[in-house]
């Protein structure tokens, strides 16, 4: 069976910067796999041409064996949330999703169990312009469960969470994985990541520089931040 | 495809922009029945191309904001990054776009209806009330009408595919606006024998305006709808080959 996700030699160039450079790896059903590295590290575009949002320079990026665009009702397979801003904000909650669920083909009542879920059941008639930050993350989160998907792709999903929706975010991720769903979540906050993930992807300069289970990576007590710091330290330093 | 076309026509409901826009085409209407209608002299009103003017009013309104309307439902998405929810769903981006491009028929249709019942109908209750005769045929009138409806949906439907252009919402409205009130009017005035193949001249003379040197309702159309599949293709070449 094809890996849930694979990366082989991706690669992204725009001009003479090259933001990814042939970074490989694959991730196995059921897991919580963390995607770290500094800002600019090229997280964001390799997520989006995973996602078929950017065409990668050289390499593929596949999901179930396939490119992206090339799965069949995709929402059913990937759900992703990549910026919490990615709502018009004059619409209100359940509209966004409802508008979602038409192209995925869900029933209406999966929209009202998905608002119930990530508890905004009672702000779902509201425009999002008057939505937290916390409200817009868990109103994506909705939107990329809509459709029960097998693999939930995360960028940055922690930000703007109040510590009560942080907890509720790591319990449902692991819930998630626990069902043999698979989760690739990136983010900062390694104190986060590690309660949170089995494994770790990290990445540097758009190279990879770690592909491992954090019990591995972190065997000798140090922390995950000793170790991602020193994994992305400057070569001078 | 059917389900995107759903979904497209349910994000054209589901924010206020749609009916500001119609509003405003309303509002544009209401102004062009004054002008033409009430302010003109009793010997002007009962000439053909005055009572053209006037009876097809809606057209001019309806036309300029169901393209807007269409550009909104592209550049929104880009403003917004719903583009990026939408192609997560849609990854096919072809159907995205004709998607939006089959409910640019409806949403032009809408636009068009309103704003020609508005003012057919204030243009024969003005005729009437000042007392001078209809001088167009109930022929003359239907093909007012489906002239206006005709010019407004090809309006929607450019208005996509210059949004999927000209991604940003700003940039895309100044360049319709640029475009309407300088390159097409100027164009017109000085060139006439080039400036009627413009959109903006050919959707005038598709709706059934009279004003010398346009082309005949037929040219009009066959030359918008020129324009309508040049900009499509040109936006299907950009849709395909652009990142997100």
Same mark, same amino acid.
């Given at each position: ?83 919490? +801003?990615?709502?018009?904000? !004059? &619409? *209100? ?6 508008? =979602? #669920?038409? /192209? $995925? ?69 692991? +819930?998630?994985?626990?069902? !043999? &769903? *698979? ?6 906050? =390694? #104190?986060? /990541? $590690? ?43 | ?244």
């Amino acid at each position: 069976m094809a890996p849930v996700l694979s990366a082989v030699g991706l690669t992204k160039r725009y001009g003479d910067v090259t933001a990814v450079s042939g970074l490989s790896f694959e991730l196995e059903a059921g897991s919580v796999t963390g995607f770290l590295g500094p800002n600019g590290a090229g997280k964001t575009t390799t997520l989006r041409m995973l996602l078929g949002l950017a065409e990668p320079t050289d390499g593929s990026a596949l999901l179930f064996g396939r490119r992206f665009a090339e799965l069949e009702r995709p929402a059913t397979r990937v759900g992703a949330v990549l910026d919490s +801003a990615d709502l018009h904000p !004059g &619409r *209100t909650g359940r509209d966004h999703l409802r508008v =979602l #669920a038409r /192209v $995925a083909r869900v029933p209406r009542s999966r929209v009202d169990e998905m608002l119930a879920l990530v508890d905004l059941a009672g702000a779902a008639d509201r425009r999002v312009k008057g939505y937290s930050l916390g409200m817009r993350q868990r109103l994506g989160l909705a939107a990329a469960l809509l459709a029960g998907p097998e693999l939930l792709v995360l960028d940055e999903p922690a930000n703007g969470l109040d510590p009560e929706g942080m907890r509720w975010l790591r319990d449902f991720l692991r +819930a998630f994985a626990a069902e !043999g &769903r *698979t989760v690739f979540v990136s983010s900062h906050l =390694l #104190a986060e /990541v $590690a309660q949170t993930v089995e494994r770790v992807v990290i990445v540097d300069h758009g190279r990879l520089v770690a592909d491992a289970p954090l019990r591995e990576l972190v065997a000798d007590s140090s922390s995950l931040e000793d170790v991602f710091l020193e994994l992305t330290a400057e070569p001078s330093r | 495809m059917s389900g995107q076309l759903r979904s497209e026509l349910l994000k054209l409901r589901t924010t206020r922009t749609t009916a500001l826009l119609l509003l405003a085409a309303v509002a544009i209407t209401l102004l062009g029945i004054g002008v033409e209608g009430l302010s003109a002299t009793l010997a002007e009103l009962a000439k053909e191309e005055r009572q053209r003017l006037l009876l097809g009013a809606g057209s001019s309104g309806a036309g300029l904001f169901a393209t807007f309307a269409g550009l909104v439902a592209v550049t929104s998405e880009f403003r917004y990054g719903t583009i990026r929810p939408t192609l997560l769903f849609e990854p096919r981006r072809r159907v995205v776009l004709a998607a939006k491009l089959v409910a640019a028929v409806p949403l032009g249709g809408v636009f068009a209806v309103v704003c020609m019942a508005l003012s057919l109908g204030a243009g024969l209750a003005i005729v009437s009330a000042r007392g001078v005769g209809l001088a167009l045929s109930d022929g003359d009138l239907l093909a007012l009408a489906f002239g206006a409806v005709a010019s407004t949906v090809l309006g929607a439907m450019l208005g996509v595919a210059v949004g999927a252009l000209i991604r940003n919402q700003v940039g895309a409205v100044l360049a319709v606006v640029a475009y309407s009130f300088l390159v097409d009017a100027v164009l017109f005035a000085a060139v006439p024998s080039v400036g009627r193949f413009l959109p903006g001249k050919a959707g005038d003379a598709l709706a059934g305006r009279h004003v010398a040197h346009l082309l005949t309702p037929g040219q009009g159309a066959a030359v918008l709808g020129a324009w309508t599949i040049a900009f499509v293709a040109a936006a299907v070449v950009r849709t395909d080959r652009s990142d997100i």
